[in-house]
């Protein structure tokens, strides 16, 4: 059955070449990919395939030379810096593989981080941030500091401080490469129950195994996207 599905990533004909020296590098041709409300995407490359090129773009942290973007019906395409910095803001919760928690803040003051910079005030945002850290199930670690807690812990942390301004998009990049497989398994757990709960997801990495773990996989070869395949 056809239904109407809102489109979170719209993404036609991406061009994307960088300039050094006297020399271009073409690294993203004609990139194509739509993601639905819901959608769990994991984007599958090998190393220099045009993965964080692409995430970048996604991400709103840089433009492409050529082709559409709309984010959550953004047209992103056509933004200026601040726009992009408020899109952003607004619309992505990113987790990368190194967590980038603030060490001297406890797990609670960097949940909350996002909501404060927002202008919401810590009495509002105490609990918002407390049920996030509870989803990922460290409610015992409120009030720890991040090298108090494993690698798998300080992710757990990172994803509920990326989804506590409940963003349209999750972006992904190489969320377990720095975790033993065990821990990664526990962390890829972890994404499927938040898409369940109606997270729109994007992951990015290198391993099938843990592109696996996705709804749906498309392929990045050399800057060209395709193949997508039903995982
Ligand atoms: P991946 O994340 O899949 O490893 P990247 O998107 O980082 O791939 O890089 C794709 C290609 O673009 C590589 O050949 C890389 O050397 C080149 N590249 C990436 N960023 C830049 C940049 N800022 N300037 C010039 N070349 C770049
Ligand atoms: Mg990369």
Do not use: W
Request: aromatic share 4%; with cysteine; charged share 20%.
């Amino acid at each position: 059955m056809q239904t109407k599905m809102d489109k979170i990533v719209k993404l036609s004909n991406i061009d994307k070449s960088y300039h050094v020296g006297g020399s271009t590098l073409q690294v993203l041709r004609q990139v194509s990919v739509n993601v639905e409300k819901g959608d769990f995407l994991a984007i599958l490359g090998a190393s220099g395939s045009g993965k964080s090129t692409l995430m970048n773009i996604i991400g709103c942290m840089d433009t492409a030379d050529d082709g559409s973007y709309f984010l959550d019906d953004i047209e992103v395409t056509t933004c200026n810096d601040a726009q992009l910095t408020r899109l952003r803001n607004e619309k992505i919760g990113f987790v990368f593989q190194k967590y980038h928690l603030i060490p001297q803040y406890t797990i609670l003051q960097n949940v909350i981080l996002p909501l404060l910079i927002r202008g919401q005030s810590r009495r509002d945002a105490i609990p918002i941030a407390e049920e996030m850290i509870r989803m990922v199930g460290l409610e015992e670690r409120l009030n720890h500091r991040p090298n108090e807690l494993s690698g798998g812990q300080q992710q757990r942390v990172a994803i509920a401080r990326a989804l506590v301004t409940t963003p349209a998009l999750l972006l992904a990049d190489e969320p377990t490469g720095a975790l033993d497989s065990q821990t990664s398994k526990e962390i890829l757990s972890l994404f499927g129950r938040l898409n369940d709960m109606g997270n729109t997801i994007i992951m990015i990495t290198h391993d099938q195994n843990v592109a696996r773990y996705s709804k749906r996989v498309v392929y990045l070869n050399d800057g060209v996207l395709g193949n997508e395949s039903v995982s």
